[in-house]
């Protein structure tokens, strides 16, 4: 019976991952809008009820890793190591995922494509909105059961505030330079040194920022 039930689990990820390959498929070649989900059902040889069975919308389907987005940083939080502050593991995963080319960083490869459609779509772009919000949601609890803040604590929510914003403005500022056709490696380069120093402010504080 275990064996069955995980049979059918892996069948079903694999039906649900090959739907949304499919779909990013014809995304990225006719642009989010100019395709139906009845469209992506029939390339994925599959009904439209079935497309609605694994993604409760079009968006959903191109963005369909959108748990992990929202989850990161709380994850990064919550697996830092010994001694480590917030900050500290922060920096040192951006940092990573800047030079192993990952997703996190914003500089992976293809994520020009992928931030264009965004830009083209009016709902994508607000269903991205909602996860940003999410995301600096989830990250202030996180950091509010791990300092053991109470309700009334501001400090969690100003630091997920600032934290999400300094990666937001940083993988933004990478994405927009490549998108107009500055070289990779430039780029990564220039978002490394100003990683360092959005992370020194966030570390050491902006009060003496912009002093006369």
């Known amino acids: 019976m275990e064996a069955e ?21 014809l995304f990225m070649a006719r642009g989010f809008e100019n395709v139906t989900v009845a469209e992506v059902a029939r390339v994925a040889d599959v009904s439209a ?14 963005l369909d890793r959108q748990d992990v987005y929202v989850d990161e940083p709380s994850r990064v939080v919550r ?6 502050s917030v900050i500290a593991a922060l920096r040192r995963d951006f940092l990573e995922a800047l030079e192993e080319g990952d997703w996190r960083s914003g500089l992976n490869e293809g994520a020009d494509v992928v931030i264009r459609l965004i830009n083209e779509s009016p709902s994508l772009m607000a269903r991205m909105r ?22 009334d604590d501001i400090r969690p929510g100003l630091v997920a505030a600032q934290v999400c914003a300094a990666i937001r403005r940083l993988t933004a500022d990478g994405i927009r330079r490549k998108l107009a056709g500055e070289s990779h490696d430039h780029v990564v380069r220039d978002i490394r040194a100003q990683a360092g120093l959005a992370f020194d402010l966030l570390e050491n504080g902006i009060g003496a920022y912009g002093g006369a």
């Open 5 to 25: 039930l995980g049979l059918r689990e892996r069948k079903k990820r694999e039906t649900r991952q090959r739907i949304a390959d499919m779909a990013m498929g």
């Open 49 to 62: 009820n079935t497309v609605f069975n694994y993604f409760k919308t079009k968006e959903d389907l191109f």
């Open 79 to 84: 697996e830092r190591r010994a001694g480590e």
């Open 130 to 151: 909602e996860l940003a919000e999410r995301r600096e949601e989830r990250l202030a609890e996180t950091l509010a059961e791990a300092t053991g803040a109470d309700e």
